[in-house]
């Protein structure tokens, strides 16, 4: 009798062994598929989420707040070309790789106009510009940060700058929703299409400002 039990005993602990492994399998690979299926869906969530920002030059632009109705003139935009809001934390402006942190100082930099405020256009609405940093750009729009809505009044102004346009660079920084963030530093004209990617933004001492100087 003794013999034909002990089979039959070690035979239920294999099988109660393998239930057991067979249940912490399935447990780990239903934890491995939730986290797989949890990281896919978030980065399917953030690739729809993703900003691109790009600057570049326009004569004309739509009526907005900056420049008003249909403006003719030289206008520098920076747009966001991507599928989801761009918060810009960083926007600086070069001219020959010096920072330029002003209309005024780049009016000055480029066309030798006066520093001080109004320069080459004194007292009239020709020179517009708005700030880029800390602006939170819907997909789809663009910012005219300088421009002229009225060139004849600095005619001169106008045909230099944009006869030495590839003398601009700038280096700006934005993050989407999500706080994955982007850092450019790039020539006018050469977009870039594969930015860094950088865990926080820069800060700086030469960002772009729109006050009036003193």
């Not at 020709?126 to 005219?144: K, N, Y």
């Amino acid at each position: 009798m003794a013999n034909t039990k002990l089979p039959s005993l070690l035979d239920r602990h294999w099988a109660e062994s393998a239930l057991a492994i067979g249940a912490v399998l399935i447990a780990a690979v239903s934890l491995w598929v939730g986290y797989d299926t949890m990281h896919t869906d978030r980065m399917l969530l953030e690739s729809s989420s993703w900003p691109y920002l790009e600057v570049y030059e326009t004569d004309v632009m739509p009526p907005d707040q900056t420049f008003g109705a249909n403006s003719e003139g030289l206008k520098l935009v920076v747009a966001n070309q991507g599928i989801a809001p761009a918060k810009i934390e960083l926007f600086e402006v070069f001219w020959k790789g010096q920072p330029q942190r002003s209309p005024w100082q780049l009016l000055a930099s480029c066309c030798s106009a006066p520093a001080e405020a109004g320069g080459a256009v004194p007292n009239d609405t020709s020179l517009h510009f708005s700030s880029a940093s800390g602006v939170v750009l819907p997909a789809g729009q663009r910012i005219a940060f300088f421009g002229f809505g009225q060139p004849q009044s600095a005619a001169q102004a106008v045909k230099t700058l944009r006869a030495h346009l590839g003398e601009l660079s700038f280096r700006y920084c934005y993050c989407s929703v999500f706080n994955q963030c982007w850092l450019v530093a790039s020539p006018f004209g050469h977009p870039v299409f594969n930015p860094q990617q950088v865990s926080v933004c820069p800060r700086s001492g030469s960002s772009w400002e729109t006050s009036t100087p003193t």
